[in-house]
């Protein structure tokens, strides 16, 4: 009924981190503003904003290749999709309760509920619920090469509305909490939590994409807050804009778009950065000064540089 997207494995991979459910935040929000000061400041927090945009796009578990997904329904009901200023339509949906659920080479547990309208203009997943989180287990490599364990617990909505055939909008509230552990054993090596588009940072983070934009190379607007922090960043609120919109250019391999044109700017407290994209790289200006090389702005539209 519903569809797997590759963005699922990435959110997993890059160790991000989702209202609809009880909170799993233990300071991610109202951290205070970030340092925005220098060129690295402002590498890292694009990374970061482009985890916060991986993980507003996380979609849908598959099929079990084993474990289990207890489903209820199809079942149907009116539902009111708040982050849409309030559009109200009648949604086909199932109730999944995951139980060691491996697809992909991610474990599910907890639950999930997703739908959609008859003509799949509008659809939605709420993750965990108002008690509990949803979790997805997984295994990676840590800093140093070194093998790990990574799980990521999440909680909230995701709202999805198609405009048309080329453009979809996604608007967001989660929290994520994400942990590695050596697979050796141990304590974590890495913890780290994100909230997006819950307050304060809310009331949604939403990513707009156009595959048609760009002459076909597709672009994309990212707006709204996320806030963060982890055992390698001390983390704090960040507010994202696009007064651009970002024009994308496939990698060499055709693996990920990155930005070759347009602007997105970031604020946090006092300082502010504003991203002038072109196929050289980003041009810096606010807070920040100087510029971003085409490969770190690539890379960090490839896997993210955040923290």
């Given at each position: 009924?519903?569809?797997?997207?590759?963005?699922?494995?990435?959110?997993?991979?890059?160790?991000?981190?989702?209202?609809?459910g009880?909170?799993?935040?233990?300071?991610?929000?109202?951290n205070?503003?970030?340092?925005?000061?220098?060129?690295?400041?402002?590498?890292?927090?694009?990374?970061?904003?482009?985890n916060?945009?991986?993980?507003?796009?996380?979609?849908?578990?598959?099929?079990?290749?084993?474990?289990?997904?207890?489903?209820?329904?199809?079942?149907s009901?009116?539902?009111?999709f708040v982050?849409?200023?309030?559009?109200?339509?009648?949604?086909?949906y199932?109730?999944?309760?995951?139980?060691?659920?491996v697809?992909?080479?991610?474990t599910?547990?907890?639950?999930?509920?997703?739908?959609?309208?008859?003509?799949g203009?509008?659809?939605?997943?709420?993750?965990?619920?108002?008690?509990?989180?949803?979790?997805?287990?997984?295994?990676?490599?840590?800093?140093?090469?070194?093998?790990?364990?990574?799980?990521q617990?999440?909680?909230?909505?995701?709202?999805?509305h198609?405009?048309?055939?080329?453009?979809t909008?996604?608007?967001?509230?989660?929290e994520s909490k994400?942990?590695q552990?050596p697979?050796?054993?141990?304590?974590?090596?890495y913890?780290?939590?994100?909230?997006?588009g819950v307050?304060?940072a809310?009331?949604t983070f939403?990513?707009?994409t156009?595959?048609?934009?760009?002459?076909?190379?597709?672009?994309?607007?990212?707006?709204?807050g996320?806030?963060?922090t982890?055992?390698?960043?001390?983390?704090?609120d960040?507010?994202?804009?696009?007064?651009g919109?970002?024009?994308?250019?496939p990698?060499?391999?055709?693996?990920?778009?990155?930005?070759?044109?347009?602007?997105?700017?970031?604020?946090?407290?006092?300082?502010?950065?504003?991203y002038?994209?072109?196929?050289?790289?980003?041009?810096?200006?606010?807070?920040?000064?100087?510029?971003?090389?085409?490969?770190?702005?690539?890379?960090?539209?490839?896997?993210?540089?955040?923290?």
């Amino acid at each position: 009924m519903y569809r797997r997207s590759p963005y699922v494995a990435a959110a997993v991979a890059v160790l991000l981190g989702g209202c609809g459910g009880g909170s799993l935040n233990s300071g991610a929000s109202g951290n205070g503003p970030v340092a925005l000061a220098t060129a690295a400041d402002a590498l890292r927090e694009l990374g970061n904003t482009l985890n916060a945009a991986r993980l507003a796009q996380t979609a849908l578990p598959g099929a079990c290749s084993s474990g289990a997904d207890n489903i209820a329904g199809p079942l149907s009901k009116p539902r009111s999709f708040v982050y849409f200023t309030g559009f109200t339509g009648t949604v086909v949906y199932e109730n999944h309760n995951y139980a060691a659920c491996v697809d992909n080479g991610v474990t599910y547990d907890g639950l999930l509920e997703a739908g959609a309208t008859s003509d799949g203009a509008y659809t939605y997943a709420v993750r965990g619920s108002q008690t509990a989180v949803l979790l997805l287990r997984s295994n990676g490599t840590g800093s140093g090469g070194v093998p790990v364990s990574i799980g990521q617990s999440e909680v909230g909505t995701i709202e999805t509305h198609v405009i048309s055939s080329s453009q979809t909008e996604i608007r967001s509230g989660l929290e994520s909490k994400t942990e590695q552990t050596p697979q050796s054993g141990g304590s974590p090596s890495y913890t780290g939590t994100l909230s997006i588009g819950v307050p304060p940072a809310g009331p949604t983070f939403d990513v707009l994409t156009d595959s048609s934009g760009n002459g076909g190379n597709g672009s994309e607007t990212i707006a709204g807050g996320y806030s963060y922090t982890s055992t390698v960043c001390s983390g704090g609120d960040v507010t994202v804009t696009t007064p651009g919109t970002l024009l994308l250019t496939p990698s060499a391999d055709g693996s990920y778009h990155y930005a070759s044109g347009g602007t997105l700017s970031l604020s946090s407290g006092t300082g502010s950065v504003t991203y002038t994209f072109s196929a050289s790289g980003a041009t810096l200006s606010g807070s920040v000064s100087g510029s971003l090389s085409s490969s770190e702005v690539q890379q960090a539209f490839s896997a993210g540089s955040g923290c």
